[in-house]
């Protein structure tokens, strides 16, 4: 009796039709997981930095301030005179900007301005909303307590 070795060409197009299958299923679920991954890191990146500034405020005993736009933000230390915007702001020294491009997909849909922080830890408080292509959202809120809080 005559064993042959191998595989037949049925079971190998099962086994192809069970893995595109699989594939089917966990390519959507990929880049859903994908695009949540970068919205948490774009907003845990803002909770950081604004936790950051705020110690450099209480650090240093002036006003430091995150500065927004549509597309980036900026960390401000208002220099000695504490004025963080308007005139009189020649002395601010702009330490870091951050462009919300590195995080594809993801964008601010909501911006406070400026965000100053004072020596004494708190702040004029603001949300930030961040959104992705897929419609989900998260924001970092910062309280005029200075606390700041990530949702």
């Known amino acids: 009796m ?3 070795k191998g595989f037949t060409l049925v079971e190998m197009m099962v086994v192809i039709a069970i893995m595109a299958i699989l594939s089917a299923i ?4 990929y880049y859903s997981y994908a695009a949540g991954m970068k919205l948490r890191s774009a907003s845990r990146d803002l ?3 604004l936790q950051k500034t705020r110690m450099n405020a209480i650090r240093q005993h002036t006003r430091w301030a995150v500065e ?3 597309s980036t933000y900026r960390v401000l230390n208002c220099g000695p005179d504490n004025v963080c915007g308007g005139s009189g702001t020649t002395d601010n020294i702009n330490y870091t900007a951050t462009s919300i491009s590195a995080y594809s997909g993801v964008s601010i849909t909501s911006l406070p301005g400026t965000v100053e922080f004072y020596p004494d830890g708190t702040s004029n ?3 930030l909303s961040f959104g ?3 419609g989900n959202s998260s924001q970092v809120v910062v309280s005029v307590s ?3 809080k990530s949702s």
């Open 132 to 134: 992705n292509s897929r």
């Open 2 to 4: 005559r064993k042959d």
């Open 68 to 70: 927004f736009t549509s």
């Open 125 to 127: 408080g603001g949300t």
């Open 47 to 49: 909770y950081s930095t």
């Open 26 to 29: 966990a390519v959507p679920n």
């Open 146 to 148: 200075g606390r700041i």
